[in-house]
């Protein structure tokens, strides 16, 4: 779907598109990785760079002016006009024309619950209107609270298609995940990640997030190397010596002998 984005031919109310979940579930790299195979090159006759891909994480408490400095940062290009705000917008709009950007990707959208409601309000009208001056899609990522935030701007929201990265469930999807996974595992034996018993465990352990998945894999690989054991098996996900932090804080808090009802899990 970001192809598709990318792609789309400019018009006035173009398509945008909100990639939201759980902290863990792999939300920062799929656009860090789109980003990578759309990269910036430089034509060194003309000396110009273009740039289809705009990439951007938002800061903790992105205001309008901090805005303009990540994104300008993101082309390359510094700004000396300190609070001068319509100097920043202009400049990053010129730019942004000048090197052929053809989408904006603004990571951890969330963060801007952090500002106060007239921040927000100025922020969502800033991505708005760029959308809107440069006719290219904006595809943000966040939590289930940037959703909700995004909402509350009625033209946004009206543009913007909204994939949920879900939790991991037992079936052929995760399957074929594990299968994955253990075929590149640095192992010499093989290791039945995708059996029933290892699949539902591994599941218990990581409340399904993809995050403490491959963590917890990969510690898993790791103390099978210093054991000499050279393989992974169901029994190795109850050793008393697994890294704990990997799982949810559930699974800490029953290995500790806490109560657990109640307890949540995090990434």
């Known amino acids: 779907m970001l192809g598709e984005l990318l792609a789309h031919p400019p018009r006035t109310r173009m398509p945008c598109l909100l990639v939201f979940g759980q902290t863990g579930m792999g939300k920062s790299h799929i656009v860090e990785r789109f980003a990578d195979e759309n990269p910036r090159t ?4 003309t000396g110009l760079a273009t740039i289809p891909v705009v990439a951007v994480q938002l ?27 319509g100097r920043a917008r202009q400049l990053t709009r010129r730019l942004m024309g000048q090197v052929g950007a053809r989408m904006l990707l603004l990571d951890e959208i969330n963060h801007m619950l ?68 253990a075929a590149i595992l640095p192992l010499r034996n093989p290791s039945p990640l995708a059996e029933d018993l290892f699949r539902a465990r591994l599941l218990e352990l990581t ?15 790791v103390r099978a190397i210093r ?41």
């Open 114 to 181: 952090a500002c106060t409601p007239r921040q927000q309000r100025i922020f969502l009208n800033t991505i708005r209107y760029f959308a809107n001056d440069l006719r290219i899609p904006l595809v943000c990522t966040g939590n289930h609270e940037a959703r909700a935030a995004l909402l509350t701007d009625a033209a946004l929201a009206d543009r913007f298609d909204a994939i949920e990265l879900v939790r991991w469930r037992d079936d052929e999807a995760f399957r074929l995940l594990l299968v994955t996974l």
């Open 207 to 221: 409340d399904g997030n993809t995050g403490r998945i491959f963590r917890l894999v990969e510690n898993l690989a």
């Open 42 to 45: 430089f034509d060194d006759r």
């Open 227 to 267: 054991r000499s054991a050279e393989t992974i098996g169901p029994e190795d996900l109850d050793a008393d010596d697994l890294v704990l932090p990997s799982v949810t804080m559930k699974e800490i808090a029953k290995r500790q002998g806490r109560p657990v009802s109640g307890a949540a899990g995090t990434a």
């Open 59 to 85: 800061p903790p408490e992105p205001t309008e002016g901090e805005f303009y400095d990540e994104v300008l940062a993101a082309l390359g290009a510094g700004f000396a006009g300190g609070s001068d705000i």
